[in-house]
């Protein structure tokens, strides 16, 4: 996936973000995770922030491993895509996140 992102930074204004989940990942752990990633510039103190930060930024962000999302952290990226217009979410995982709209590619 990182190489992926890596691919398609040049797409996004503000660059690409990789998760990597392996193990169950609730909003707090997602935003945690999203605060050490290289390059991010904002340290994440709760779902609020990061969520306003997000909602202005021209990225791509890779989640890798989704089947490990609590559903309190999916509800979360539904609503954070909802008021973040420049956001992309490419999601990796065993099962689709079932947002909409949707493109689902099996690999």
């Known amino acids: 996936m990182r190489e992926i992102g890596q691919r398609l930074s040049s797409n996004f204004y503000d660059g690409v973000a990789v998760v990597s989940m392996d193990r169950r ?3 707090r752990d997602l935003t ?4 050490c990633v290289p390059g991010m510039p904002f340290l ?3 779902t609020t922030n990061a969520a306003s930060w997000l909602a202005e930024r021209d990225m791509l962000l890779v989640l890798d ?6 559903s309190e952290a999916l509800e979360w990226l539904r609503e954070l895509l909802a008021v973040a217009p420049g956001l992309r979410v490419l999601a990796a995982g065993s099962d ?6 949707n493109q689902v590619h099996r690999l």
Do not use: Q, T
């Open 25 to 27: 990942f609730g909003v």
């Open 32 to 35: 945690a995770s999203l605060g």
């Open 44 to 46: 994440p103190c709760g």
């Open 65 to 70: 491993g989704c089947e490990h999302l609590a």
């Open 96 to 101: 689709p996140l079932a947002f909409a709209p």
